[in-house]
């Protein structure tokens, strides 16, 4: 996946911060990118305050729900109750201290035994990533979302359905994004990046991908690289041109 059509470098995500304000919430920003949530959880950390624990993991559901609020309002909810207050904390600060740690299972063995409803591996893994160590040349948690997770067979050829030993699945693909990063000299978090970049450019669809590779042979355009296919993947996402004469190169 050495490709330069693939960034490891994602900005900062816009945040609805009057969407947040509206459900009673107050973000830390209206901008949040992936420096500026480690540091967050560094000092939340450091403080073992629970309010902070709770602006955090709010944070880190704002820059992650990217425009969609329908679960998000749901957690919401459940977390104004006494008892839902009290779970999510229970997991959060579990999750947090196990993945500081290094123990994978036991973080997200966390939201497991502490479950929040509508809360799911898409979302906690972001929380578990961001309250790791990210110093550690360990292996680590890592995002785990729809957009990881559908690119992972096109580059790897391996699966992780976490619908069967969740835990255990989890924490292989953890353990497998650092050995892969031992072997190719970056950290698993930019390749972790660069997954999550091509599947936005799949549309999560292995489908895609491999409908691409197949228009390209027959269009005799080999040999048929990454790059190739990855390029007309983001050209049949732009609007069609409303001119003729476009060059179709793709290399």
Request: aromatic share 10%; charged share 25%.
């Amino acid at each position: 996946m050495e490709s330069d059509l693939l960034s490891s470098d994602l900005p900062p995500a816009r945040v609805n911060t009057v969407q947040w304000a509206n459900k009673g919430l107050r973000i830390s920003s209206d901008h949040l990118g992936r420096d500026e949530l480690f540091r967050i959880a560094e000092d939340t950390r450091r403080s073992g305050d629970d309010q902070q624990l709770l602006q955090l993991f709010w944070d880190i559901l704002a820059w992650g729900v990217m425009g969609n609020f329908r679960n998000a309002g749901r957690i919401v909810d459940f977390a104004a109750t006494d008892d839902g207050r009290t779970r999510l904390l229970t997991a959060l600060r579990t999750a947090a201290d196990a993945s500081y740690g290094g123990k994978i299972e036991d973080a997200y063995r966390a939201f497991v035994d502490h479950k929040v409803p509508r809360l799911g591996p898409a979302f906690f893994s972001k929380v578990l990533f961001f309250t790791g160590d990210r110093t550690s040349n360990e292996p680590r948690c890592l995002i785990f979302d729809a957009r990881v997770e559908s690119a992972l067979p096109t580059v790897t050829g391996r699966h992780y359905p976490l619908t069967r030993k969740p835990v255990q699945m989890y924490a292989r693909y953890c353990r497998d994004m650092h050995e892969w990063s031992q072997q190719h000299g970056v950290s698993p978090e930019v390749i972790e990046a660069r997954l999550y970049t091509l599947g936005q450019a799949t549309g999560n669809s292995r489908r895609a991908w491999l409908s691409a590779e197949v228009s390209l042979y027959r269009e005799g355009r080999t040999p048929v690289t990454f790059d190739a296919i990855l390029t007309r993947l983001r050209r049949q996402q732009q609007p069609a041109p409303t001119s003729e004469g476009i060059d179709d190169d793709e290399g």
